[in-house]
């Protein structure tokens, strides 16, 4: 999980001020060093924790503290706040031409997943009613083309190129040309990588950005990497000036050292954070989201937005429908099934969820993998098996696993979770209609 070490660190410190009435001085600095401590472990940048420190020490001493009804939820409070200046504040979006095209130049060491990350963006902006294209700058990397080809054949996006020994600041040029005639409102430009920040290639990347004058220079960082994508993201904005940074792998970065330091050092916002292979798993950056999750407070608009681009209108509406009159089947099931999926993976869904206790998660290995086995099961059955699985007996049972790849026992195990669900819902659906009774002194969800 994102941040996991960090998160249960300040989740426990705060746990313990909160078992104290009235804070005092050295109740605050004991807390403080502990918070210190759990930022230095997660990879944070040593002057950055200071400066965080003190300008919590600053608030948390004063009067908005001690005098304070509730002192351990106000230091929360201005822990949170800080977290969330430290990260830039709030949501920067990208920049866009007021008339015309757009163009954005991207920039990154080898091995971030950058050329991927170049597909995501060009989704993410399909998804916003733009029009890419895609160009292929990276002409030392054997294969680089093609890779981008495949990347943008794979999220419907056509992709620029020119025959091999082209120089990538007239591909650019040339990517610029096609993009303006044939009314294409975004140009993404994927240049080559480097293993460090090469003067050489570091002066391509200038013959591209004055040919093509971008709208925005993205670099793209390895989260992983932690203060070595600090470190490159500092030297890349002090040669080119960059606008933003893509923060690659935030899924698997259990310390978040490099999300935490990279603004502060920098001064560039995290634009968008990568959270998965898919070519989906592209996020706008909130620091005050990432900042409620840090500190176990969750991030339920995040996940009101996944369900809303996940969920199909139409379908949950006649879900409903199909709630109130109890018609609920297999088909309708595994429905609900495919749409969560689309919503990413399940560690990620829980990780969001307010009050989620991750300890209790710890041993829990949500495996998506599950949901594709549920979906083989479903998919074995007959229409008819589907529409009334009352009917499954154990002839057919066998006749389901053998056709799944799958067991009886697993055969089983779905038709019981399915029967649990159905339950659930007539649950649900009987509170409604208690509600419109006015039997129910609380709202139905």
């Known amino acids: 999980m994102v941040f996991e070490g960090l998160s249960e660190k300040l989740q426990n410190t705060f746990k313990k001020l909160k078992g104290k009435g009235k804070l005092t001085e050295k109740d605050i600095n004991e807390a403080m060093r502990e918070v210190k ?46 977290l969330t200046k430290l990260m830039g504040g709030t949501q920067s979006k990208l920049t866009f031409s007021p008339r015309g095209l757009t163009v954005i130049l991207m920039a990154g060491l080898q091995g971030t997943g950058k050329t991927t990350t170049c597909g995501k963006l060009a989704l993410y902006l399909k ?27 794979k999220v419907g996006v056509p992709v620029f190129s020119m025959p091999t020994g082209s120089k990538a600041e007239d591909i650019a040029e040339n990517a610029l040309r096609e993009a303006q005639n044939k009314g294409y409102d975004v140009l993404i430009i994927d240049t080559s990588g480097r293993l460090h920040i090469d003067e050489q290639l570091m002066d391509e990347l200038e013959r591209i950005k004055e040919r093509v004058k971008p709208h925005e220079i993205l670099l793209v960082v390895d989260a992983m990497t932690g203060q070595d994508a600090v470190n490159a993201a500092q030297g890349f904005n002090e040669k080119l000036g960059i606008d933003g940074i893509i923060m690659t792998k935030l899924d ?19 634009k968008f954070i ?32 996944k369900a809303q681009n996940s ?24 429905e609900q099934l495919r749409q969560m999926k689309n919503m990413g993976s399940m560690n990620q869904i829980l ?32 229409k008819k098996e589907r529409m009334d699985p009352s009917i499954i007996n154990g002839s057919r049972r066998k006749r389901i696993a053998m056709g799944s ?18 339950k659930m819902m007539k649950q649900f659906s009987n509170m409604g209609k208690m509600k419109k009774k006015g039997k129910m002194g609380f709202p139905f969800m």
Do not use: H, W
């Open 405 to 422: 790849g799958t067991s009886v026992s697993k055969v089983n195990s779905v038709l019981k979770q399915f029967e649990q669900t159905k």
């Open 311 to 334: 969920f199909d209108e139409k379908k949950a509406k006649e879900l409903e429908k199909k709630m109130r009159t109890q018609d609920f089947n297999l088909e309708d099931f595994l």
């Open 37 to 82: 401590l759990a930022l230095l472990e997660a990879d944070v940048s040593f002057k950055v924790v200071k400066q965080f420190i003190d300008n919590i020490k600053e608030r948390a001493v004063g009067s908005e503290v001690l005098e304070s009804l509730t002192p351990a939820q106000q230091v929360i409070k201005i822990v949170n706040d800080e």
């Open 252 to 270: 698997g970065d259990t310390r978040g050292g490099a999300a935490l330091s990279v603004k502060e050092v920098t001064g560039k916002p995290i």
């Open 274 to 305: 990568g959270v998965g292979e898919k070519s989906d798993a592209l996020e706008p950056f909130y620091p005050d989201r990432m900042a409620s999750r840090i500190l176990g407070m969750g991030d339920m608009l995040s996940l009101i937005e």
């Open 127 to 153: 998804k916003m009613n733009k029009s890419p294209l895609l160009a292929a700058c990276d002409v030392y990397r054997p294969a680089a083309v093609e890779q981008l080809k495949i990347v943008g054949e």
């Open 351 to 382: 990780e969001m969820i307010p009050g989620i206790n991750k300890k209790a998660l710890a041993g829990v290995n949500v495996d998506d993998k599950e949901l594709a086995r549920i979906e083989a099961i479903i998919c074995s059955m007959t």
